[in-house]
């Protein structure tokens, strides 16, 4: 079964500093990634996917992300954060077939002006 | 349609009464999911459809939570004798198998009085 594990539930960052969000995920196959963003009253949506294709995925936004097997991770990074980024954040994971998609437990951006 | 849609949008009800709320996936989404999003809080899976496979209910709360997917489509999670814990937002997503990213609903906002 595939897990992800989101380091930090809450991370701040100056308007126009490097965001960094951290996502491990577990997966007994080559995983499918995916990250997504939820803005303050509404829905997910989706920022990037992995479909092991390129390593680094890029998303709407400005938004990246590496896919690196040796570390298990699939980092989230921004070079300059806007104010319009303050949101909450999820990485899923999922495997081959009729695997569900799971969800970490998210991550919240706070943008400092 | 063009998204998932959900219905209603949002749902008052008196705690101890029975509701159903409803989810419309995308035409030709094989996979289907129910999550629930208690106040500033993460995502809490509660089923999963996949195609004519018997459903994922390990998400499901208590034996008050009930849903269905008839004709591989349309979706109902039904909530018996809700109870004041009970009230969130209640998110429906669908998705086709495999490397394909799920869509999300705007959600249903259920709150027990």
């Known amino acids: 079964a595939q897990s992800v594990t989101q380091l930090g539930s809450h991370v701040s960052v100056s308007e126009g500093a490097l965001v960094l969000l951290r996502c491990n995920y577990s997966?007994?196959?080559?995983?499918?990634l995916f990250w997504y963003v939820q803005y303050p009253n509404q829905g997910l949506q989706l920022l990037l996917k992995?479909?092991?294709?390129?390593?680094l995925v890029k998303g709407i936004n400005g938004f990246e992300a590496e896919f690196k097997k040796s570390e298990t991770s699939f980092h989230l990074t921004k070079p300059s954060a806007h104010m319009s980024d303050a949101a909450e954040y999820f990485c899923?994971?999922?495997?081959?077939?009729?695997?569900?998609?799971?969800f970490g437990t998210g991550t919240r951006l706070t943008i400092i002006p | 349609g063009a998204g998932v849609s959900q219905s209603p949008s949002n749902k008052v009800t008196e705690k101890g009464k029975d509701v159903e709320l409803r989810c419309d996936p995308i035409?030709?989404?094989?996979?289907l999911y129910w999550y629930r999003q208690s106040l500033g809080q993460g995502l809490e899976f509660l089923i999963y459809?996949?195609?004519?496979?018997?459903?994922?209910k390990s998400g499901l709360p208590s034996d008050r939570f009930s849903a269905e997917r008839t004709g591989g489509s349309v979706s109902t999670l039904t909530i018996q004798r809700t109870q004041q814990e009970d009230s969130a937002v209640y998110l429906c997503?669908?998705?086709?198998?495999?490397?394909?990213?799920?869509?999300f609903g705007q959600g249903t906002r259920l709150t027990v009085v």
């Open positions: 997503a669908s998705s086709l198998a495999g490397r394909f990213e799920a869509f």
């Open positions: 997966s007994s196959v080559p995983p499918y």
């Open positions: 992995y479909t092991s294709a390129a390593t």
């Open positions: 899923a994971v999922r495997g081959f077939g009729n695997e569900k998609l799971t």
């Open positions: 035409s030709g989404h094989t996979a």
């Open positions: 459809f996949q195609g004519n496979s018997a459903p994922d």
